[in-house]
């Protein structure tokens, strides 16, 4: 009797596992602030919902399970995100260290442009990601922000190309609007999350990038860019040289 009441027991424990619905996933992305998860269907294993980023729609995200990852320490799953503006295929993987994400796909100016509204940036023009692969490690030395409930991240590793059809560009500066095309470009990731954007057929870089350890990414301009966007920086600086540095929390 004890026997099939505990072998009972073990079925009901795997139905509820394997059956998890995908609703459970919203309240894991609770902590996550700025993300969202609406309509779930599905599994927590595999399913399907609309994913909202800042409160934007980000599109229609599908996920599947992938047990293999098991054997490197990863919880990781098989992304696809979907909609008139995005296409972006992935895997995201999770361990008590570390976040790892690998992207490939395609963002087109009107989805981004709804990130880049609140700086009085808008741009045209696709961007494609090709094999990006970023890695956020866990600080360990640093607890979570007040009020936050993730664990510090710090810089890890980045590899990876994104490249933009060029096109015209429009920004506002000390309440001035500024306006310029800029030719394709392409943007290479490298170690420490540091990003460095070129012409496609030039050497001298426009902008560079770089997340801190406190959470802040770093982005410098060079006059180059200056120059391009018809603004060009006064001074006698060299078209390489960073003629201006802003900073932003992401974490």
Known sequence: ?????????????LFVIVFAPAGLLRT???????????????????????????EHAAGQIQW???????????????????GPDQALD????????????????MLSSRFLNQ?????????????????????????????SAPGQNLPALAPGEASGTLTWAGGPVSYRLSGQEYRGSLPPLIATLGE???????????????????????GFVKIGVTRLLTKLLNNPWPGSDIDHEVVLEVEEQIF
Request: charged residues 20%; without cysteine; aromatic residues 8%.
């Open 192 to 214: 420490g999350l540091e990003v460095y954007i070129y012409p496609e057929q030039g050497q001298t870089p426009l902008l560079v990038a770089q997340m801190l350890e406190n």
């Open 64 to 82: 599947r399970f992938r047990p293999a990852a098991l054997v490197r320490g990863y919880l990781e799953y098989q992304l696809t995100l979907t």
């Open 90 to 105: 992935g895997n995201v993987g999770v361990s008590p260290g570390s976040i790892r994400l690998d992207l490939e796909g």
């Open 28 to 54: 894991l992305l609770a902590p996550v602030e700025g993300v969202s998860l609406l309509d779930p269907s599905g599994t927590v294993w595999q399913g399907a919902g609309e994913l909202y980023l800042a």
């Open 115 to 143: 990130w880049l509204a609140p700086y009085d940036i808008g741009m045209s023009g696709d961007v494609t990601m090709r094999e990006v692969d970023l890695l956020l490690l866990r600080n360990s030395d640093e607890a």
């Open 1 to 13: 009797m004890r026997r099939t009441v505990f072998i009972g027991i073990l079925l009901v424990l």
